[in-house]
Every structure is written in C-alpha cells, then in structure tokens.
Nanobody
Framework: VQLQASGGGSVQAESSLTLSCVAS????????MGWFRQAPGKEREFVAA????????YYEDSVKGRFTISRDNAKNTVYLQMNSLKPEDTAVYYC???????????????WGQGTLVTVSS
C-alpha cells in the first residue's frame, strides 16, 4: 500500500476529526499532497492541498476556516484537521500525491484507499 489514510469515523455535527495519510517514500518524495472526498451519489471533489514545503495551501471554499491541511515530511504524513463538521461533509475522504500542486484530481498520480467520515445532525 503506497498511501494509507485513517482517522475517519462517525461524529455529531460541530465535532472535530483529524485524518492522517501515511505515504511510502516513493509516493511522498517532494510531491504535493491533497485531500479529496466523494459523497454518496456525487462526483469526487477537491478538499485541500499542500505543497511539499507547506508554503502553499489550497482549500475548497466550503471548508475554508474549518479544515486545515498540514504535513510532516519527516514522517511522510499529511493531515487534515476538520473542525465544525457539518452533515454535508459526510463522504469518503481520499489522500493523494502528485508532482504538481493543484485542485484537480488528474494532477495526482497516487491515491489512498479512502476513509469514511459520517457527520450526523
């Protein structure tokens, strides 16, 4: 397994969760890292992304101010801190790595298996 996401679960609205994604060296390197999500019956959508240096981050508008992406390059790990969760955040969350930082999924060559986040009202 090259990207292993974890940390999902079932929580109440306004709760917090932190997702983690551990990558193998070959899928981490100097790559940009991103989080995407797919809700039932919907297309996969961008959530957040971070450059290798952590100097640049992007967020989808609906998560700005609530989610924070970070990475620990010594541990080949990227995190997604999710606060003030809403029912509409319910989805399978995927981490991804790629050679270019961006918000579109085809920039990312490697994908994890996903972790389910369920937010109830």
């Amino acid at each position: 397994v090259q990207l292993q996401a974890s940390g999902g679960g079932s929580v109440q609205a306004e709760s917090s969760l932190t997702l983690s994604c551990v990558a193998s060296e070959s899928t981490y390197r100097t790559y940009a890292m991103g989080w995407f999500r797919q809700a039932p019956g919907k297309e996969r959508e961008f959530v957040a992304a971070i450059s290798y240096s952590s100097g640049t981050t992007y967020y989808e508008d609906s998560v700005k101010g609530r989610f924070t992406i970070s990475r620990d390059n010594a541990k080949n790990t990227v995190y997604l801190q999710m606060n003030s969760l809403k029912p509409e955040d319910t989805a399978v969350y995927y981490c991804a790595s790629g050679g270019r930082l961006g918000v579109v999924s085809n920039l990312y060559q490697y994908w994890g298996q996903g972790t389910l986040v369920t937010v109830s009202s």
